[in-house]
């Protein structure tokens, strides 16, 4: 593991040039573009103020004859990273070769917590038809290239691994939702956590089934160790129960938690966590969803059905097929818009999940995070747009 | 296919006698191509324009740097500069804000994000071009690209002595191009007739005023501090670059609208225009000029203004491949397809902006360049 913690890379530029690059003047002289428009075409790994990365290496984690492998990528941020925080996730943008279009998921570091311009690692599981994951964990080689965001999200640890603060700690995950956790576990161990002050850390992850199980030998090792670490893993269908909870943690409901996972695994364990009378949820919960709900698209020829959510002013109607933008007004909405053609862009919006139909080619996409003219646009089935 | 035609004479001269029903089969096939060169794009598209960018930075690198050779060095960093400001402007900017890379996902390209090195602000331009010039191309009285609310280019603009100055203004404004272009939005001449209110554009100065202080300090203070003792010759050097780069774009966008044969629109007449009607007042409203290679790139392919109206957001370097099927339309629906080369077009614009100086003018429809009559066996060709 101790590829993981590699010690902090100076970038390619020292922090007089840095400074320099980020400085007023530097943006004066390259206005309107940008420092990073004119270093970008030199080399993709200098940058003032966006965020890069290069492949360091590819790790296959499983044994392979599945049919959703899992790789953990090492990744060599520019200076420009800022580090991350356990539990943290970046988004990640890949030109799929071949269409070069840039699509953008959000990924959960896996390894401890970075400092600034430090490597981290990345583990994706390759969904069947996934298009990002499948590219990143079957083709991505050492030297692709990533664009990132910062570290964000707020599903953290708090604890400061010096001095713990709180009695215990629980991660309970599910398949790929073992990533921010096991960043969480790594980040303690590493910074010298240990529970013999009645600190626990509980670990219970559930997997499909053994060879499926990603970190297994590490999970073994923290098992063995001395560490105040209890790891329980279950497979296929040793589902969770709130019996066995409450054998494992007693006092679950009061213990800080954090809950990653597939959706049956997150409705079992809010359950559990729900007050027995007043159906409150715990606040010691945290959960952090990888997947939106996705929504169903109408099969091509059938009529459109689903709901239209306006998540911004949290207006709703029936998908009528008729464009997002009169969809909108009718609802009393005023979007911006121009044209009402697709030639202006006026009314540009993002479409944060679910399916939708340009109405002048036919065409329907259901990525997340798109850019859409609500004009030329209609919900084809569920979907949220952020206005 | 019935014979019928329009129900307003005037608009079936002007549509060159097609039938409703022929203007919806023109809709249907410019919309199939359309289609066609949609599902297309992908790596090409995306490795041009990057080539296109990286030869622009060089470009601009050269001719900053070249500005610190005293004597020799003036001359090529001016052209350098220029050559540089003319790509970032045309076939990069006016390109990439109109959302034609906007597929890439790329923010570097997207249409929200960018903006060119001219004191116009992206955002403003992207409401006066993208939407009202665009939407509403040459409709006198809703298009403001129609001389610019400065010149009068169209007999269906009232005359006025004012007008007498037209070769004037068209000169000032051509010197002048960037700045027109920024204060068009402002839309003075709306002032001064009492259409509009002062008050209107104060939303638009802060916006002005930042992009405007920012293209002044970096062409006229720093990179002329930069280097020194010769800041006066790199303070002059900026300033014909810019000069360089506004007669060429005014010159390529009045052969792209104002040249002989390029019909304008009333409101009247396109009140309730359909989806081929509009294609079909694009192609009567633009014109082309013909050229190589590099016109197309040094044009940001408005060399292909027709193409460019039909199909705004498709990506500027597909124009040359579709303007062949275009002009192939034109012929089978008895269209013009207005094209020349550029001294032809700038003569014909120059003679127009002469002319309308004086009161009067024809209201003349387009020439008829195809077959006379649009027969069934034509369109089936
Ligand atoms: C905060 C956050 C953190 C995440 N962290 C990780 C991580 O550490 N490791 C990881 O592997 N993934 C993680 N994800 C999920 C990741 O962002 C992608 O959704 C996933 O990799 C699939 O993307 P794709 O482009 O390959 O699939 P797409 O091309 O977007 O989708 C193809 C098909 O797969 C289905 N699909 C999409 N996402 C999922 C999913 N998560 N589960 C099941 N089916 C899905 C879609 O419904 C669709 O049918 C995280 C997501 C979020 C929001
Ligand atoms: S309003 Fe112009 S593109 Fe939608």
Same mark, same amino acid.
């Given at each position: 593991?101790?590829?993981?913690?590699?010690?902090?890379?100076?970038?390619?530029?020292?922090?007089?040039?840095?400074?320099?690059?980020?400085?007023?003047?530097?943006?004066? /002289?390259?206005?309107?573009?940008?420092?990073?428009?004119?270093?970008?075409?030199?080399?993709?790994?200098?940058?003032?103020?966006?965020?890069?990365?290069?492949?360091?290496?590819?790790?296959?984690?499983?044994?392979?004859?599945?049919?959703?492998?899992?790789?953990?990528?090492?990744?060599?941020?520019?200076?420009?990273?800022?580090?991350?925080?356990?539990?943290?996730?970046?988004?990640?943008?890949?030109?799929?070769?071949?269409?070069?279009?840039?699509?953008?998921?959000?990924?959960?570091?896996?390894?401890?917590?970075?400092?600034?311009?430090?490597?981290?690692?990345?583990?994706?599981?390759?969904?069947?038809?996934?298009?990002?994951?499948?590219?990143?964990?079957?083709?991505?080689?050492?030297?692709?290239?990533?664009? /990132?965001?910062?570290?964000?999200?707020?599903?953290?640890?708090?604890?400061?691994?010096?001095?713990?603060?709180?009695?215990?700690?629980?991660?309970?995950?599910?398949?790929?939702?073992?990533?921010?956790?096991?960043?969480?576990?790594?980040?303690?161990?590493?910074?010298?956590?240990?529970?013999?002050?009645?600190?626990?850390?509980?670990?219970?992850?559930?997997?499909?089934?053994?060879?499926?199980?990603?970190?297994?030998?590490?999970?073994?090792?923290?098992?063995?160790?001395?560490?105040?670490?209890?790891?329980?893993?279950?497979?296929?269908?040793?589902?969770?129960?709130?019996?066995?909870?409450?054998?494992?943690?007693?006092?679950?409901?009061?213990?800080?938690?954090?809950?990653?996972?597939?959706?049956?695994?997150?409705?079992?364990?809010?359950?559990?966590?729900?007050?027995?009378?007043?159906?409150?949820?715990?606040?010691?919960?945290?959960?952090?969803?990888?997947?939106?709900?996705?929504?169903?698209?109408?099969?091509?020829?059938?009529?459109?059905?689903?709901?239209?959510?306006?998540?911004?002013?949290?207006?709703?109607?029936?998908?009528?097929?008729?464009?997002?933008?009169?969809?909108?007004?009718?609802?009393?909405?005023?979007?911006?818009?121009?044209?009402?053609?697709?030639?202006?862009?006026?009314?540009?919006?993002?479409?944060?999940?679910?399916?939708?139909?340009?109405?002048?080619?036919?065409?329907?996409?259901?990525?997340?995070?798109?850019?859409?003219?609500?004009?030329?646009?209609?919900?084809?089935?569920?979907?949220?747009?952020?206005? | 296919?019935?014979?019928?035609?329009?129900?307003?004479?005037?608009?079936?001269?002007?549509?060159?006698?097609?039938?409703?029903?022929?203007?919806?089969?023109?809709?249907?096939?410019?919309?199939?191509?359309?289609?066609?060169?949609?599902?297309?794009?992908?790596?090409?598209?995306?490795?041009?324009?990057?080539?296109?960018?990286?030869?622009?930075?060089?470009?601009?690198?050269?001719?900053?740097?070249?500005?610190?050779?005293?004597?020799?060095?003036?001359?090529?960093?001016?052209?350098? /500069?220029?050559?540089?400001?003319?790509?970032?402007?045309?076939?990069?900017?006016?390109?990439?804000?109109?959302?034609?890379?906007?597929?890439?996902?790329?923010?570097?390209?997207?249409?929200?994000?960018?903006?060119?090195?001219?004191?116009?602000?992206?955002?403003?331009?992207?409401?006066?071009?993208?939407?009202?010039?665009?939407?509403?191309?040459?409709?006198?009285?809703?298009?403001?690209?129609?001389?610019?609310?400065?010149?009068?280019?169209?007999?269906?603009?009232?005359?006025?002595?004012?007008?007498?100055?037209?070769?004037?203004?068209?000169?000032?404004?051509?010197?002048?191009?960037?700045?027109?272009?920024?204060?068009?939005?402002?839309?003075?001449?709306?002032?001064?007739?009492?259409?509009?209110?002062?008050?209107?554009?104060?939303?638009?100065?802060?916006?002005?005023?930042?992009?405007?202080?920012?293209?002044?300090?970096?062409?006229?203070?720093?990179?002329?501090?930069?280097?020194?003792?010769?800041?006066?010759?790199?303070?002059?050097?900026?300033?014909?670059?810019?000069?360089?780069?506004?007669?060429?774009?005014?010159?390529?966008?009045?052969?792209?609208?104002?040249?002989?044969?390029?019909?304008?629109?009333?409101?009247?007449?396109?009140?309730?225009?359909?989806?081929?009607?509009?294609?079909?007042?694009?192609?009567?409203?633009?014109?082309?000029?013909?050229?190589?290679?590099?016109?197309?790139?040094?044009?940001?392919?408005?060399?292909?203004?027709?193409?460019?109206?039909?199909?705004?957001?498709?990506?500027?370097?597909?124009?040359?491949?579709?303007?062949?099927?275009?002009?192939?339309?034109?012929?089978?629906?008895?269209?013009?397809?207005?094209?020349?080369?550029?001294?032809?077009?700038?003569?014909?614009?120059?003679?127009?902006?002469?002319?309308?100086?004086?009161?009067?003018?024809?209201?003349?429809?387009?020439?008829?360049?195809?077959?006379?009559?649009?027969?069934?066996?034509?369109?089936?060709?």
């Amino acid at each position: 593991m101790s590829a993981l913690i590699s010690p902090p890379v100076s970038g390619g530029a020292g922090p007089l040039v840095g400074r320099l690059l980020r400085s007023r003047l530097a943006a004066a /002289l390259t206005t309107p573009h940008g420092v990073d428009r004119y270093l970008e075409r030199l080399n993709p790994m200098w940058a003032a103020h966006e965020v890069r990365a290069r492949v360091v290496s590819v790790h296959r984690e499983t044994s392979g004859t599945d049919s959703a492998p899992v790789a953990t990528l090492t990744l060599q941020p520019t200076s420009t990273w800022r580090g991350h925080r356990a539990g943290q996730h970046v988004l990640v943008g890949v030109e799929l070769p071949g269409s070069a279009k840039r699509h953008t998921r959000a990924f959960s570091i896996s390894s401890a917590a970075s400092a600034p311009g430090e490597r981290f690692t990345l583990t994706i599981r390759a969904h069947v038809e996934g298009q990002v994951s499948s590219y990143l964990v079957r083709e991505a080689q050492p030297g692709t290239l990533l664009h /990132l965001s910062q570290a964000q999200g707020e599903f953290t640890l708090v604890e400061s691994p010096a001095t713990p603060t709180i009695s215990r700690l629980l991660f309970i995950t599910g398949g790929s939702g073992i990533t921010p956790a096991m960043s969480m576990v790594r980040t303690l161990l590493r910074d010298g956590y240990d529970g013999h002050a009645g600190r626990k850390v509980t670990f219970l992850h559930f997997a499909r089934s053994p060879e499926d199980q990603i970190f297994a030998d590490e999970l073994a090792a923290i098992a063995a160790a001395d560490n105040g670490v209890d790891v329980h893993l279950r497979y296929g269908d040793q589902l969770f129960s709130e019996f066995e909870l409450r054998r494992l943690v007693p006092d679950f409901r009061d213990t800080d938690t954090w809950l990653c996972g597939p959706a049956g695994l997150v409705e079992l364990v809010k359950n559990a966590y729900a007050d027995p009378a007043s159906r409150e949820l715990s606040p010691r919960l945290r959960m952090e969803f990888f997947k939106p709900a996705v929504a169903r698209a109408a099969a091509p020829g059938e009529e459109v059905a689903g709901e239209v959510s306006f998540t911004r002013s949290g207006a709703t109607a029936a998908a009528t097929g008729a464009s997002l933008l009169e969809q909108a007004e009718e609802l009393g909405l005023k979007p911006e818009f121009g044209c009402r053609m697709g030639i202006c862009f006026s009314c540009t919006r993002t479409k944060t999940a679910g399916t939708v139909r340009n109405v002048l080619t036919g065409e329907e996409s259901s990525l997340p995070d798109e850019e859409i003219r609500i004009c030329v646009t209609a919900a084809a089935g569920d979907c949220h747009i952020d206005l | 296919m019935s014979t019928e035609t329009l129900s307003t004479p005037l608009a079936d001269e002007k549509y060159h006698g097609l039938t409703a029903e022929q203007i919806e089969q023109l809709g249907t096939e410019l919309d199939a191509l359309r289609q066609r060169v949609l599902a297309d794009l992908g790596e090409a598209d995306a490795a041009y324009l990057r080539k296109v960018v990286t030869t622009q930075r060089k470009m601009e690198i050269a001719g900053r740097a070249l500005f610190y050779l005293p004597v020799v060095g003036w001359l090529p960093a001016v052209a350098c /500069l220029s050559v540089s400001k003319i790509l970032d402007n045309m076939e990069i900017g006016h390109n990439v804000m109109h959302g034609q890379y906007d597929f890439l996902g790329d923010p570097a390209f997207n249409s929200r994000m960018f903006d060119w090195d001219t004191v116009c602000p992206g955002e403003q331009w992207k409401y006066s071009h993208n939407y009202i010039h665009h939407t509403f191309t040459n409709i006198v009285g809703k298009d403001r690209d129609v001389g610019y609310g400065i010149l009068r280019m169209d007999p269906d603009q009232k005359w006025h002595p004012y007008y007498l100055g037209n070769p004037l203004y068209a000169f000032l404004l051509m010197t002048f191009f960037e700045w027109g272009v920024a204060l068009h939005d402002l839309e003075v001449e709306n002032i001064v007739s009492g259409k509009r209110k002062l008050s209107d554009n104060k939303p638009l100065y802060p916006g002005l005023i930042r992009k405007i202080r920012r293209q002044a300090v970096k062409d006229y203070v720093l990179f002329p501090a930069l280097t020194g003792p010769l800041f006066p010759l790199t303070f002059a050097g900026n300033a014909v670059a810019n000069l360089v780069r506004n007669v060429w774009a005014f010159n390529i966008i009045f052969c792209g609208h104002f040249p002989a044969g390029v019909a304008s629109f009333s409101e009247e007449e396109t009140a309730n225009e359909t989806r081929g009607h509009w294609y079909l007042r694009q192609m009567l409203g633009s014109a082309n000029i013909k050229g190589g290679k590099l016109m197309h790139l040094m044009s940001g392919n408005l060399s292909h203004q027709i193409e460019h109206h039909l199909f705004p957001d498709l990506p500027a370097r597909r124009y040359p491949e579709l303007a062949v099927e275009v002009q192939e339309i034109c012929e089978r629906y008895g269209l013009p397809y207005n094209t020349g080369r550029l001294h032809q077009q700038l003569w014909s614009v120059f003679k127009k902006i002469c002319r309308y100086s004086l009161p009067g003018g024809d209201a003349k429809v387009a020439p008829v360049r195809g077959p006379g009559t649009v027969t069934e066996d034509s369109l089936a060709a």
